[in-house]
């Protein structure tokens, strides 16, 4: 797999992305699109799940990512493997979510991952980092009960951010018992999740539950 270079920051807000996707046909992107579904919501270059989708072949993967170069190379990696139960998209995330889901075979997404998202430190970008109440609230809508978001971060106030804005929710339950989750309770890691552990710093994460139907 060749390194893609590609701008590390993009604006969501921008002109470029404001169009949102339309539903998508299910059936023409899994071979089974009744399985399981996990969403990566910023996957990058797709490698996380690129490793899941090989390790659960009875759940399908989907990686959303704004970076379209990203998006081109990890379908031709997911090709060259022949797996089906993978597709990556080129969106908005904050735009095009519920279309995205509005089609989405009944009780299958069951899981979300939002890792690493890009941090916009300065308060005047604040609206261009991803989880905002909105998305909380569509995510709300099409997780099935008991259906678990997994968050982390390397910096703590976006995670701690992340947090408080799915705690907010009445739909979603913290099921951590210690303010950050010391591992990670997926069975593969982040690129960003392995260089901040080699450099010996901390990672926060923090799974949430959606608790009512």
Not at 115 to 128: E, I, S
Not at 148 to 169: G, N, T
Not at 170 to 191: D, I, M, R
């Amino acid at each position: 797999m060749v390194p893609v270079r590609v701008r590390q920051h993009v604006n969501p807000l921008a002109q470029k992305y404001r169009t949102p996707l339309n539903a998508l046909e299910w059936e023409k992107i899994y071979t089974q699109p009744n399985q399981p579904l996990h969403i990566d919501i910023g996957c990058a270059r797709g490698r996380f799940l690129l490793d899941m989708a090989q390790i659960e072949p009875n759940w399908n993967f989907l990686g959303l990512e704004i970076r379209e170069p990203l998006v081109h190379d990890a379908n031709k990696w997911r090709d060259e493997l022949g797996l089906t139960n993978l597709h990556y998209l080129f969106c908005n995330v904050n735009n095009s979510l519920r279309p995205l889901l509005s089609s989405l075979p009944n009780k299958s997404l069951e899981r979300v991952t939002i890792q690493f998202p890009d941090p916009w430190f300065k308060t005047r970008h604040a609206k261009r980092r991803v989880v905002q109440p909105q998305l909380v609230e569509e995510l709300a809508d099409y997780l099935v009960s008991g259906g678990v978001v997994f968050l982390q971060s390397d910096i703590e106030f976006v995670a701690k951010e992340m947090c408080d804005r799915f705690a907010a929710h009445p739909a979603f339950h913290n099921v951590s018992t210690e303010k950050w989750l010391a591992q990670n309770p997926l069975p593969v890691s982040t690129e960003r999740e392995i260089f901040t552990l080699n450099k010996g710093e901390p990672v926060y994460r923090a799974m949430f539950q959606k608790v009512t139907a």
